[in-house]
Nanobody, 113 residues
């Protein structure tokens, strides 16, 4: 299995944008589905976006129209562009292939009001 490392989080004001990256240690071409999750303090981990090998995406209702997932199979990377951020988007964000059971360390996103 490849290792994936999330990055790109930070502190941003409400209404701002961030782009999260998920860099793989090897080829992601054979990985069909990669998910983006988030976990806010005191809450369960939540699936926010999914992207297939072919680039088909799905989103949670809470982020639809604001978040965009993409992947570059040649660079072995997956991205999550987050626009119009809200304080309720504050969480640790993770990327994970659908079939993997291990999680990375995630990247913290904090949105101030």
């Amino acid at each position: 299995q490849v290792q994936l490392v999330e990055s790109g989080g930070g502190l941003v004001q409400a209404g701002g944008s961030l782009r999260l990256s998920c860099a793989a240690s090897g080829s992601i071409f054979s990985i069909n589905i990669i998910d983006w999750y988030r976990q806010a303090p005191g809450k369960q981990r939540e699936l926010v976006a999914t992207i297939t090998r072919g680039g088909t995406t799905t989103y949670a209702d809470s982020v639809k129209g604001r978040f965009t997932a993409s992947r570059d199979n040649t660079r072995n990377a997956v991205y999550l562009r987050m626009n119009s951020l809200k304080p309720e988007d504050t969480a640790v964000y993770y990327c994970k292939p659908r079939t993997y059971t291990t999680w990375g360390q995630g990247t913290q996103v904090t949105v101030s009001s």
